[in-house]
């Protein structure tokens, strides 16, 4: 367990696109059992740090520590396998794909056992294996709300219930961070409690650090203990929900424009 009691940590983070600084100096960190918010105006740098946190960007400066060892230079796949999952703003299914099968995949890493013979021969073992993985896909899609929709193609969803797939695709093996960019975006009312009851029960039952961005500031005040304002590609601000909503320089720089 690092320093803070932080499950995964961001320490001094900096990375550049050319001329434009997306992130200096942020430093943040997620406690198991926790929904920490992510807040911040369009290009505050919220998407980049997701990607420096799941590994798809390296930064220039700065450290990432995973219960407070260094895993800065971590493949995404590592960390993936170390289970630190991640939603995309923009998605990311696998639209040819049944939704039942994009759950499948996400639990494949694990590998079948019996290796290339038992893949070739479908021998019992791995048939029984196989079961066991449909079904708590199953479990995952219908937790989601989404239990009949298992044998729909992913890429002709709505774009709602699209990101409720990639949620339980997160979920289909469990996760101890998990990383929620915008997914409540494009859904609707419904949708979004199922959402906030789903995250919860994730962080409280499960004891899961989870870090959401999300630009409807009610849906995050109601489901953040404490949240994370970044502007400019800095830490603007950190507080309680009613803290955060209270400090002057927040509502300047986002809470007045939403
Ligand atoms: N691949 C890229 N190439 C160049 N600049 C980029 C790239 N990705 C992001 N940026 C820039 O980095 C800054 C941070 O962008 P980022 O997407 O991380 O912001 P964000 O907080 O997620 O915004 P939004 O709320 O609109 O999703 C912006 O100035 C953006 O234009
Ligand atoms: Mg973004």
């Known amino acids: 367990m690092s320093e803070g009691g932080y499950v ?3 320490r001094g983070i900096g990375v550049r696109f050319g001329g434009v600084r997306a992130l200096t100096g942020v430093d943040l960190g997620v406690r198991a059992g926790e929904v920490c918010g992510l807040i911040g105006p369009n290009g505050a740098g919220k998407t980049t740090l997701f990607d420096v946190l799941s590994g798809i960007r390296r930064p220039e400066r700065g450290r990432l520590l995973l219960d407070g ?4 230079r971590r493949s995404p796949v590592w960390r993936a396998r170390h289970g630190i999952r991640r939603t995309f703003q923009r998605q990311q299914l696998f639209g040819q794909l049944s939704v039942a099968d994009n759950v499948l995949v996400a639990q494949e890493w694990r590998g079948g056992g019996g290796g290339p013979a038992a893949d070739l021969l479908a021998l019992p073992p791995r048939r029984a294996r196989e079961r066991e993985r449909r079904a708590r ?3 995952v ?4 709300g989404i239990g009949a929709l298992g044998a729909s ?8 219930q699209a990101r409720m797939v990639e949620l339980a695709r997160a979920l289909a093996d469990p996760p101890r961070v998990l990383l929620l960019d915008e997914p409540a975006s494009g859904m609707s009312a419904p949708e979004r409690d199922r959402l906030a009851e789903v995250v919860r029960r994730l962080a409280e039952r499960e004891g899961c650090a989870v870090l959401l961005v999300e630009h409807n500031v009610t849906f995050v005040m109601e489901l953040c203990a404490r949240v994370v304002v970044l502007d400019l590609g800095t830490v ?3 507080g309680s929900a009613a803290e955060v909503r209270a400090n002057p320089l927040v509502r300047e ?3 007045g424009t939403s």
């Open 137 to 139: 896909g199953e479990r």
């Open 8 to 10: 995964l940590q961001a």
């Open 153 to 160: 193609y992913a890429g002709g969803l709505p774009v709602g």
């Open 69 to 72: 060892t260094d895993i800065t």
């Open 236 to 238: 603007l601000a950190e």
């Open 141 to 144: 899609l219908a937790d989601c």
């Open 253 to 255: 720089a986002y809470l």
